[in-house]
């Protein structure tokens, strides 16, 4: 038997799903992160949907323009480590008042393990509020939905670039023991 | 050394070559002189003008070409801001859109900032980087034969398909296209997108 915690924490990526398929997202952008890991494989199996793997996350930013000025939407799925990778990138989505969906899995602020995430997952929401991004945070897995389901709708609606930072309260502790 | 710095095609003649078929093209140019040789070739309103965002153009082309798939996509972009998206060239491959090209103007060195020399001047071999990537095309452009051969690739062949193009370093005259990111966006959206643009 599944605890309501572990149903939660299990129903959340497939909930960021339904609402990027009815949000007709076309094109998802990212780099690998366990805390996406159902997510994209779930965008994978989507046929309207286009998944494309990045070598950096700055690549996703600039892709995403791309694909508002043809018409297109999408999502750009990554790490709060790669955070400081898009900062000059997403300079275009203010100068030219582009919508960006950016859904962010936390690391180095809640059971983390590796040292080396708490410096970008300590500036991770300061660092995308100061380059312009609006940002919204879970922290509570029944939260999801609602929280990316309004984010895409400022998003896409205001033409403002948006992130949801999903807490590692919600993606639960990584295992380091196996 | 000015003889090494005057080798090499003319840029604004070289863009002007490469858009006089752009058919109904869509023109994404990377910032600084290869925005301002493509404006110098005729403003349009299919041209994404990018003023910053370096090492992006090659990217947001992709973006493009993927949500218009019947559209030719055309990258017209510096060698240094190419160096600045390099892992974008494996990205392009992996996802081999038919339907996207991209154009190096390079003239070896950083134009904007002082003329400093660039990787490209210094032996880097850019359109091999992206052969080796897996671009079905790719091939440097040294001379006006290869030049008027390597069009029809650009126009034409099944992408994605790259060209390096060594040009002078030579400085061209000033031309400047509107620089205000949301009049380029809803200009270029609009002439694309008719009344969706505005939904």
């Known amino acids: 038997m599944q605890t309501d915690q572990q149903t939660r924490a299990t129903v959340w990526p497939d909930q960021i799903f339904d609402v990027l398929k009815e949000a007709d997202i076309s094109q998802v952008a990212y780099v690998p992160d366990a805390g996406h890991a159902k997510l994209i494989n779930r965008c994978q199996a989507e046929k309207s949907m286009r998944t494309v793997s990045l070598t950096t996350e700055e690549e996703g930013v600039a892709m995403l ?3 508002w000025m043809g018409g297109a939407k999408g999502v750009l799925l990554m790490q709060s480590s790669g955070v400081g990778n898009c900062i000059n990138m997403l300079s275009m989505f203010e100068e030219c008042r ?26 991770t929401a300061a660092a995308l509020e100061n380059a ?24 896409f609606n205001t033409q403002r670039p948006v992130a949801v930072l999903i807490q590692q309260r919600v993606i639960g502790f990584k295992n380091w023991s196996k | 050394m000015a003889a090494k710095k005057s080798a090499g095609l003319d840029r604004r003649k070289v863009v002007a070559a490469l858009l006089a ?6 023109v994404v140019t990377g910032l600084g002189s290869p925005t301002y040789d493509t404006f110098a070739a005729g403003d349009h309103d299919l041209n994404f003008y990018l003023w910053g965002g370096m090492g992006g153009a090659a990217m947001v082309g992709l973006g493009l070409a993927l949500a218009q798939p019947k ?9 240094g801001e190419m160096l600045m998206g390099l892992g974008s060239l494996a990205t392009i491959a992996v996802e081999a859109p038919k339907n996207l090209a991209i154009a190096v103007i390079d003239n070896g060195h950083y134009g904007e900032t002082g003329m400093q020399r660039a990787h490209t001047g210094r032996g880097v071999d850019i359109a091999g980087m992206a052969k080796a990537a897996g671009f079905k095309s790719a091939k440097t452009v040294n ?19 790259f060209g390096d193009i060594k040009v002078s370093a030579e400085p061209a ?24 643009a505005q939904k």
């Open chain 2, 21 to 26: 078929e752009r058919g109904d093209a869509l």
């Open chain 1, 65 to 67: 323009a791309g694909s």
């Open chain 2, 143 to 161: 001379t006006a034969s290869d030049l008027k051969e390597w069009i029809a690739a650009f126009h034409r062949k099944p992408g994605p398909v």
């Open chain 1, 132 to 155: 312009g991004v609006i940002v919204h945070s879970v922290d509570r897995a029944e939260d999801v939905r609602e929280t990316v389901h309004a984010c895409t709708a400022l998003a």
């Open chain 1, 98 to 123: 582009l919508p960006l969906l950016m859904i962010v899995t936390m690391r180095g602020v809640w059971g983390e393990f590796n040292p080396w995430q708490v410096a970008m997952g300590g500036s």
């Open chain 2, 71 to 79: 559209r030719r996509v055309l990258v017209i972009t510096g060698d």
């Open chain 2, 173 to 196: 005259p000033m031309a400047l296209p509107v620089r205000d990111g949301t009049a380029i966006k809803y200009r270029f959206r609009t002439a694309l997108l008719g009344a969706d």
